[in-house]
C-alpha cells in the first residue's frame, strides 16, 4: 500500500511539473501570437479565403497522448466542435472553441473518448486533482479554450501510446462513422499519439470501408515508440519504457507505425498527408521522416507533406502566423483535390458534427447555435 502511494505521489509531481512548464511555454509562445490582428485571427488572410461548403464532409480525430478530446478545437475554427463526455449519466455533449483557431478540419465526430481519459473527477485520488489541473492550465489558460464544462482527468494505468486499445477504438469510431454517415467524405486526423493510432488503423480498413475515407491527415506522427523515446529522453530512456510497461498498458512488442506502413495491408489508395515541424522537440523530424521514407519507398501515388519552420509540437496550428497560411493552404489544396470543395460562399457553414440520440441534443445545439451565428456574422464582416 506504502509503494502504490508513493507511485501515485510521484505521478501527482510530474504532472503537476508538466503542467508548469507547459503554462510557462505556453504563456510565451501566446502572448505574442494573440496580439496579431487584435487577438481575432493569426493569419495573414481573410477567413472567406477558406470558406467553403461542409455539409459532405466529416472528420474523424484522434488526439496526442494524454490529451482529451477537445484538442481538436485547435483545428476546428472559431465555430468549434462537440465533445462527448461519457462518464456522465446518460452521457452530456460539451461544444467547446477557441476564437482564433484556424479552420482545418470540419465537422468533427463526437465518439466517446479514449479510455486514458475520464470525466467527472474524483477529490480524493490525487492523479485526478492534479491531471485535471493540467488540463486547465493548457486548454483553458493556455489555448484560451472555451465551453468546456467539465473537467477531464488522467487514467495513467490505460495509457498505450498506439497501442492496440488506442487502435481498436479508433477503428470503431471509423466504422461507426461510415454506417451513420454513409453519404459524406471522411477525413481521418491525428496529431501525434493520434497520428500514430491513424496509421496503425489504416492497416485494418477493409476495401469497402477504405471507399469511404478520402483523406489522411497526420501531425507529427512517431515511427516507433523506441526511436521517440531515445530522442526525448536520452540515458533514461530504457527507465521510461519500463515504467510505461510496468504501470500501463503499453507492450514492447505492440505493432509500430512504421511496421503499419510498411506492410503489404496498408492502403496506398488513401491519400495521405504529413505535418511536421523543424522546431519540433516533442516528436523530432527524425522520428517522422522514417514514415514518409518508407511509403516513397513503396511508390504510394498520393502521399504530401508539409515541413513547418516555427511552430512546436503540441501548437502546430497556433503557434506562428506565417506556419498557419501555409498550413490552411496545405489543407485547403489537399479539400480541393481528394475531398471536392463547393466555393459558394452562402453555402459555407460554421456547424459542428455530433452523433447523438440523446433527448439533451435539440436543446444542447440550440445554445450552439447562438454561438454560431455570431461566428457567422463576424465573417460576413471580413
Same mark, same amino acid.
Given at each position: ?19 508548469? *512548464?507547459?503554462? =510557462?511555454n ?12 487584435g ?19 466529416? /472528420? ?25 463526455? $461519457?462518464d456522465?449519466p ?7 472553441y ?6 482545418l ?12 481519459i ?8 490525487? *492523479? +485526478? ?5 493540467? +488540463? ?6 493556455g ?7 467539465? !473537467?477531464?482527468h488522467?487514467?495513467? /494505468? ?16 471509423v466504422?461507426?462513422?461510415i454506417? =451513420?454517415?454513409? =453519404?459524406r467524405?471522411?477525413v481521418?486526423?491525428? /496529431? ?5 493510432? &491513424?496509421?496503425?488503423?489504416?492497416r485494418?480498413?477493409?476495401t $469497402? ?10 501531425e507529427?506522427?512517431? $515511427?516507433?515508440?523506441?526511436? &521517440? ?10 527507465l ?5 510497461? #510496468?504501470f500501463? %498498458? ?7 507505425? %512504421? ?11 488513401i ?16 522520428? /517522422? ?14 502521399? +504530401?507533406?508539409? *515541413?513547418?519552420? !516555427? ?16 498550413y ?7 479539400y ?5 470543395i463547393n ?12 452523433? #447523438? ?6 436543446e444542447?445545439m ?8 455570431? &461566428? ?7
Amino acid at each position: 500500500m506504502i509503494a502504490l502511494y508513493i507511485i501515485i505521489a510521484c505521478l501527482a509531481i510530474i504532472l503537476a511539473t508538466a503542467a508548469l *512548464v507547459a503554462l =510557462t511555454n505556453l504563456y510565451r509562445q501566446g502572448v505574442r501570437l494573440r496580439s496579431l490582428d487584435g487577438g481575432r485571427s493569426l493569419i495573414g488572410v481573410h477567413p472567406k479565403d477558406y470558406l467553403f461548403d461542409t455539409s459532405h464532409v466529416v /472528420t474523424v480525430f484522434c488526439q496526442g497522448n494524454g490529451a482529451s478530446r477537445a484538442q481538436g478545437a485547435k483545428y476546428a475554427g472559431p465555430g468549434g466542435m462537440i465533445v462527448r463526455l $461519457d462518464d456522465a449519466p446518460n452521457y452530456r455533449l460539451d461544444h467547446v472553441y477557441i476564437e482564433n483557431s484556424p479552420r482545418l478540419l470540419y465537422n468533427l465526430y463526437a465518439w466517446p473518448d479514449l479510455d486514458d481519459i475520464g470525466y467527472g473527477v474524483s477529490w480524493w485520488n490525487p *492523479v +485526478h486533482w492534479i491531471s485535471a489541473l493540467a +488540463h486547465e492550465v493548457v486548454l483553458k489558460m493556455g489555448y484560451n479554450l472555451r465551453g468546456m464544462r467539465s !473537467r477531464p482527468h488522467n487514467r495513467p /494505468t490505460y495509457i498505450n501510446v498506439a497501442g492496440e486499445r488506442d487502435v481498436a477504438q479508433y477503428l470503431d469510431a471509423v466504422r461507426q462513422c461510415i454506417a =451513420t454517415e454513409p =453519404t459524406r467524405r471522411i477525413v481521418l486526423f491525428g /496529431t501525434s499519439r493520434g497520428a500514430s493510432t &491513424v496509421l496503425l488503423a489504416m492497416r485494418h480498413l477493409s476495401t $469497402d470501408e477504405r471507399g469511404h475515407i478520402a483523406l489522411a491527415l497526420v501531425e507529427g506522427p512517431f $515511427d516507433t515508440i523506441r526511436h &521517440v523515446t531515445d530522442w526525448r529522453f536520452g540515458r533514461a530512456a530504457p527507465l521510461v519504457r519500463w515504467a510505461m510497461r #510496468t504501470f500501463a %498498458l503499453y507492450r514492447e512488442d505492440q505493432a509500430s507505425p %512504421l511496421e503499419a506502413v510498411r506492410h503489404a495491408e496498408f492502403p496506398l489508395d488513401i491519400p495521405l498527408a504529413f505535418i511536421r515541424s523543424k522546431v519540433d522537440t516533442v516528436v523530432p523530424e527524425e522520428c /517522422t521522416r522514417p514514415l514518409v521514407i518508407a511509403l516513397k519507398a513503396r511508390n504510394h501515388p498520393a502521399l +504530401h507533406e508539409l *515541413v513547418l519552420q !516555427r511552430s512546436h509540437h503540441s501548437r502546430m496550428s497556433l503557434d506562428d502566423a506565417r506556419d498557419q497560411e501555409s498550413y490552411l493552404r496545405f489543407v485547403y489544396d489537399l479539400y480541393a483535390r481528394y475531398v471536392g470543395i463547393n466555393n459558394d460562399k452562402n453555402a459555407a457553414c460554421s456547424s459542428v458534427m455530433y452523433n #447523438t440520440t440523446s433527448r439533451q441534443a435539440k436543446e444542447f445545439m440550440d445554445s450552439v447555435n447562438d454561438h454560431l451565428s455570431k &461566428v457567422d456574422d463576424y465573417v460576413e464582416t471580413q
